[in-house]
């Protein structure tokens, strides 16, 4: 079992929709984690970063974590079809930001 | 699924000295290899992207006499930070793919402090 699993899709949704992305994660000392977005053919975009429980938004962004259930969230409100990308969370366990790494969802925003 | 295994997780060297970092595809073929830089709470950026048994692309702006890039086989490539200065300290972050359509597998990162 990986560390950190992710959907990899592809997540095909309307425009307007609102966006639902997810990791799982089993180890239990990650308190950093962070979502970023890559476009094809370019390096991975830093979109939010939390530190431990609890929610962080950011414009029409919104970062959850559960760290009972392992469970991680980036909601993206009012979908544009510029947010289709893949979708990467990372966390770890130390301020080293040693990075585990989902595999990364490919979402798609149909005009 | 895929792994990417990289190495060292850390690494502390003296300043005008060299250091090589590895990365390693542990169960498929990475045809291209990509090596980032990242400092703190930032995004990734690209340093250099490269294929299998061809020289490295390098990012406009990155030193490939400083920054050298071997992607000699199908499951490893290595990036030499040479003559590293203080300045160089950083976050550096390999990733790889067989083929880009079935996206791409990031190694864990190495940070490295010059002192």
């Known amino acids: 079992q990986k560390e950190v699993e992710q959907d990899p899709g592809p997540l095909s949704v309307p425009e307007g929709a609102i966006v639902s992305l997810n990791c799982t994660y089993s180890n239990s000392a990650f308190q950093y984690f962070m979502w970023y977005r890559q476009y094809s053919r370019k390096g991975p975009e830093l979109l939010m970063y939390?530190?431990s429980s609890g929610n962080k938004e950011d414009g029409r962004f919104t970062a959850q974590v559960d760290k009972s259930s392992k469970y991680i969230s980036l909601f993206i409100r009012d979908s544009q079809p510029s947010d289709s990308a893949t979708y990467l969370c990372?966390?770890?366990?130390?301020?080293?930001?040693?990075?585990?790494w989902g595999a990364g969802t490919k979402l798609i925003i149909k005009p | 699924g895929a792994v990417v295994s990289q190495h060292p997780s850390w690494v502390i060297c003296k300043s005008g000295t060299s250091v090589k970092i590895e990365c390693r595809s542990l169960?498929?073929?990475?045809?291209?290899m990509f090596w980032y830089r990242q400092f703190p709470k930032q995004s990734l950026m690209l340093m250099a992207t490269s294929n299998e048994g061809s020289k490295a692309t390098y990012e406009q702006g990155v030193e490939k006499d400083k920054f050298l890039i071997n992607h000699a086989s199908l499951t490893l490539s290595t990036l030499t930070v040479t003559s590293a200065h203080p300045e160089d300290s950083s976050f550096y972050i390999c990733?790889?793919?067989?083929?880009?359509?079935?996206?791409?597998?990031f190694g864990s990162g190495t940070r490295l402090t010059v002192v």
């Open positions: 169960d498929f073929q990475a045809t291209t």
């Open positions: 939390t530190y």
């Open positions: 990733s790889a793919t067989e083929n880009a359509n079935y996206g791409y597998t």
């Open positions: 990372a966390m770890s366990a130390d301020s080293n930001y040693q990075l585990i």
